[in-house]
């Protein structure tokens, strides 16, 4: 029989707004059953879980939760996934515990690979009414490929499963096959992860002194999501020290379509030629956090065209020093703009609940005194902005010259920076070649060396020149103009990139 599609979308988005959280989920926070939870949070290993099983020739909804343990050592990890499950109107239990071992391996180009792989503890048991379904053997593999960028990790994977079922007092078999890839990303500003699986089911069970035998197919969609989203509230009184701020608010969401093609059953339950075509969806939401923002009171900004942006950087604790001094005018300096671009591209976080583990070796090599040398002749150790630009420098977000400067005082243009923000994405690749032809009026002024850039700059929507279809690349950049470029820069890993993951692999 023709083999079935089941497409699986699992977008993990978490965003951190600001300095001391971010997004810190790695793939496969939803297990690998096809189900949706109730998202990552700080410090939480428990989540409200939903999935639809279709073992019985009828897509059963299950609900409960799903509790996450993970053990990492030596480069191995093992996760642990406990699924507690029922549904009371089919008096349907579904208990569920699978030991899943990954081999880290750290490639010299930068990627690592992952390979996982089954241990053998894992167990599984569903009971619908009077019938059971145990599990008898599961086997399962799955690689995954981590590209890591300046700001973001990518990766993509591949997986494959069969699970055998003992019917009942051994009256019959039921065989799941699966095999997918997957998808997603992981930085600070969110997550997500979109997969595709294939299943096929075939049942055979024996009812009086005959067999009863039959195939089906099931497709799932789910996405899985947890964004933050930031906006600005008015304070109601006049007579108040502020008159308003911004307010991250956090909402975790999952959506779950199936759609499944299973046999008609008779009155005697057995199996007829007629297919059954079913489909339906679920929905997990988790009650919306608000965390305040600090406010800045920048009165010499008011009325500026930049002012929100502006606000905005204080508040997320990017731009946080010299209030006073502060005129959108002025020309950013790359000091400045490299402290800017360090807290706006921070690194990807570490998942929570491993690094924990590791506090006690961390605080030992912190306290270990080392020499520290400056990587440029021009900029001294002691230089106010000397860690922003090392760290940029370390991370691969900005480079200095060939003679060994980085030229700190010096004005940033705008196609300098649209280089760091590409080199921050990884995305250079996403430019036809290496020189190619933007649709800006001027494109002859931009330089070759940014050329593609600027054209991955604009294609994501980074930068879109003025009214008349002008870049102006060697323009320097203003404090406000960095500050339009920076917001969009956030608002693009927070918003706009997960909308390729969702729309391209599901209609959501």
Not at 10 to 16: D, M, Q, R
Not at 474 to 479: G, I, K, M, Y
């Amino acid at each position: 029989m023709k083999r079935f599609i089941k497409k699986i979308f699992c977008a993990l988005i978490i965003t951190g707004l600001v300095l001391p959280t971010g997004a810190y989920a790695q793939g496969g926070e939803n297990g690998y059953a096809g189900g949706i939870s109730s998202g990552e949070a700080p410090g939480k290993t428990s989540y409200e879980y939903q999935e639809v099983s279709f073992i019985t020739g009828e897509p059963i909804t299950f609900k409960g939760t799903l509790t996450i343990k993970k053990n990492l050592k030596n480069d191995v990890l093992v996760t642990t996934y406990r699924y507690t499950l029922a549904n009371q109107d089919k008096s349907a239990i579904l208990n569920r515990e699978i030991y899943i071992k990954t081999q880290i391996t750290k490639k010299d180009n930068g990627q690592s690979v992952e390979e996982s792989y089954l241990e053998n503890r894992t167990s599984e048991v569903i009971r619908v009414g009077n019938q059971s379904y145990i599990l008898e053997n599961y086997d399962f593999s799955s690689t995954k490929l981590i590209d890591h960028k300046p700001a973001i990790d990518y990766y993509a994977g591949n997986f494959w499963g069969r699970k055998t079922y003992r019917v009942g007092n051994g009256t019959g078999t039921i065989t799941v096959e699966e095999d997918g890839e997957f998808y997603g990303y992981d930085q600070y500003w969110g997550s997500a992860e979109a997969m595709e699986i294939r299943y096929f089911i075939e049942s055979s069970q024996k009812k009086g002194v005959s067999f009863d035998e039959w195939s089906g197919e099931a497709s799932v969609k789910l996405s899985s999501s947890v964004v933050q989203d930031l906006k600005y509230v008015e304070n109601q009184p006049d007579q108040i020290s502020f008159s308003g701020g911004f307010v991250k608010v956090q909402n975790n969401e999952s959506i779950l379509e199936y759609s499944c093609s299973l046999p008609e059953f008779d009155q005697d339950g057995y199996a007829t030629d007629y297919m059954i075509t079913w489909d339906g969806s679920l929905k997990l939401e988790t009650f919306p956090s608000q965390t305040r923002l600090p406010v800045a009171q920048i009165n010499q900004i008011r009325g500026h065209w930049a002012e929100n942006e502006i606000k905005t950087l204080y508040s997320l604790e990017i731009l946080n020093d010299g209030i006073d001094m502060i005129n959108p005018e002025r020309q950013i300096t790359r000091a400045e703009f490299a402290s800017l671009i360090v807290k706006a591209a921070r690194e990807v976080p570490k998942d929570e609940t491993l690094t924990r583990k590791t506090t006690r070796t961390a605080t030992s090599r912190k306290n270990a005194k080392e020499t520290v040398i400056s990587p440029f002749s021009d900029v001294q150790t002691t230089d106010k902005y000397y860690s922003d630009i090392e760290a940029a420098y370390k991370r691969g977000l900005m480079n200095g010259n060939k003679d060994g400067t980085f030229n700190p005082d010096q004005p940033i243009t705008i196609t300098e920076a649209l280089i760091v923000f590409i080199n921050a994405l990884g995305l250079e690749s996403l430019a036809p070649n290496s020189a190619p032809v933007t649709i800006f009026k001027d494109n002859d002024r931009i330089p070759a060396y940014a050329r593609r850039a600027v054209y991955v700059a604009h294609k994501i929507g980074l930068v879109k020149g003025d009214d008349k279809g002008y870049l102006h690349p060697q323009e320097e950049l203003t404090f406000a103009r960095a500050a339009v470029l920076i917001n969009r820069f956030i608002d693009y890993m927070r918003k706009d990139i997960r909308k390729d993951y969702r729309e391209r692999l599901v209609n959501y």
